[in-house]
Nanobody, 120 residues
């Protein structure tokens, strides 16, 4: 069974930084794209950043220049470095991975979510 485990959320003051981590575990062939989403209360889930295997990262306009996505294929992990955090960045953050289970099957998986709160 494939699982994504996230860590790194918390409470930070405006202007501060946090680094989120997400690692995949279980039995699978490879990981294709990985990404980070967030969902604030009363809002839809929003794609923040994505990175394909060997691809160029892409970002939502709302986080471009402040957030950086990276991945470590050896660890089956993806990271989100968040700088210059604003109160409007407060949300539940989720990682997502498109994982090739075997030759015939590719599925999307989600982490459990990690809370990020930006407040003074």
């Amino acid at each position: 069974q494939v699982q994504l485990a996230e860590s790194g959320g918390g409470l930070v003051q405006p202007g501060g930084s946090l680094r989120l981590s997400c690692a995949a575990s279980g039995s699978f062939f490879s990981i294709n794209a990985m990404g980070w989403y967030r969902q604030a209360p009363g809002k839809e889930r929003e794609l923040l950043a994505g990175i394909a295997n060997g691809g160029t990262p892409n970002y939502a306009d709302s986080v471009k220049g402040r957030f950086t996505i990276s991945r470590d294929n050896a660890k089956n992990a993806v990271y989100l470095q968040m700088n210059s955090l604003k109160p409007e960045d407060t949300a539940l953050y989720y990682c997502n991975a498109r994982i090739r289970i075997n030759f015939f099957r590719t599925d999307d998986y989600w982490g459990q979510g990690t809370q990020v709160t930006v407040s003074s």
